[in-house]
């Protein structure tokens, strides 16, 4: 079994069934039997549009898997999106979820 679980790009779709335990495709299924209790971490790197991003519900529902579940946020960056328009909701650079999710799996490691 795996030692971490990076989902990237997490879309507002798969956010929403993660935060209530929906599981009604592969990736749903894996992320519920997760072994979060043994602390292999479960990163998520979110990307949608700025109107979907910026909804009140986004915001509770990765509060919830962050603060609840024990997951970890790489956080959204501005730029323009895939509709065109410049803001927030945009993936993190590959680069940067490589060094984080490095940095947390080797953290996990050395305990």
């Known amino acids: 079994w795996a030692d971490v679980l990076l989902i990237a790009p997490l879309d507002a779709n798969t956010l929403a ?3 209530v335990g929906i ?3 592969l990736l749903t299924n894996v992320v519920r039997a997760w072994d979060l209790k043994n602390g292999k971490p479960l990163i998520v790197a979110p990307a949608m549009n700025t109107a979907m991003y910026e ?15 024990g997951y970890v ?10 509709c065109g328009q410049t803001g927030i909701g945009a993936m993190a650079s590959v680069e940067s979820i490589v ?3 490095l940095k947390i799996f080797q953290r996990v490691s050395s305990n």
């Open 17 to 19: 069934k993660i935060s």
């Open 23 to 25: 599981c009604d495709n």
């Open 55 to 69: 909804h009140p519900l986004t915001r509770q529902q990765l509060d919830l898997i962050t603060n609840t579940f």
């Open 73 to 82: 946020e790489i956080p959204s960056i501005e730029k323009t999106l895939m």
């Open 99 to 101: 060094t984080e999710t």
